[in-house]
Each structure stands twice: as structure tokens, then as C-alpha cells.
């Protein structure tokens, strides 16, 4: 049983930093790509950042610059790094993990499982 637990989350004011982390247990049968995306009220799940097990990244326009992804192989934890958060950046944040062959990494329909989020608010 695959089962991801994200923590880090919390309230800061605008150009403030949070670090998320996704702990991950359990096999996957395509373990190795991990993302994280965020859910604001009212809105879609969108992709924020993608790492493959050989540390490729990317991430979505909206937050290029300002966030980073990286894992601890070790630890099978998931980081996002988030820096000089704006208000728009407020939503609930979801890892995920086990990406469908021939999947987009930033469409939520193609990951298989979620962690349970984590809710960032950012104040202006």
C-alpha cells in the first residue's frame, strides 16, 4: 500500500518562505517521478513541480524562479521549497506519486495516488 504524507504547510505574509515535505512509503509500480500540485478554492488542481528518480525538474511557469523540488532518496521524502510566497500562491498542497506511462506530469488524471494535503495561506 502506497501512502504519501505531506507536512510543512502553515500561514505566512507575503514574500515569506514554507518548506513542504511528502514522505513516501510503500511500492509504486513507477516510484520513481514524484510532483506536487495545489488546489485553491473554486479552482482545478494544477501542477507545480515534477522530479524523476534522476533529479529532472520542472515547474510551472507560475512559480519558476521562486519554488524548488528535490528528494532525499534515502529518506523516500519529497521537498518543496517555497520562496517569496504571494498571495495567489495560497491553495491546498497535494504530493503525488506514480505517474500513468505516458502521462503528463501536470495533469492530475494521470497520477495514481495523493497524499492527504496541506494547506499554505499566504496574507498580503
Known amino acids: 500500500q502506497v501512502q504519501l504524507v505531506e507536512s510543512g504547510g502553515g500561514s505566512v505574509q507575503a514574500g515569506g518562505s514554507l518548506r513542504l515535505s511528502c514522505a513516501v512509503s510503500?511500492?509504486?509500480?513507477?516510484?520513481?517521478?514524484k510532483a506536487w500540485f495545489r488546489q485553491a478554492p473554486g479552482k482545478e488542481r494544477e501542477g507545480v513541480a515534477y522530479?524523476?528518480?534522476?533529479?529532472?525538474?520542472y515547474l510551472a511557469g507560475s512559480v519558476k524562479g521562486r519554488f524548488t523540488i528535490s528528494r532525499d532518496y534515502a529518506k523516500n521524502i519529497v521537498y518543496l521549497q517555497m520562496n517569496s510566497l504571494k498571495p495567489e500562491d495560497t491553495a491546498v498542497y497535494y504530493c503525488?506519486?506514480?505517474?500513468?506511462?505516458?502521462?503528463?506530469?501536470?495533469?492530475?488524471?494521470?497520477?495514481?495516488?495523493w497524499g492527504q494535503g496541506t494547506q499554505v495561506t499566504v496574507s498580503s
Open positions: 522530479i524523476n528518480f534522476g533529479g529532472s525538474t
Open positions: 503525488a506519486a506514480d505517474l500513468r506511462w505516458g502521462g503528463t506530469w501536470y495533469a492530475a488524471k494521470d497520477w495514481r495516488y
Open positions: 510503500g511500492y509504486t509500480a513507477n516510484g520513481d517521478r
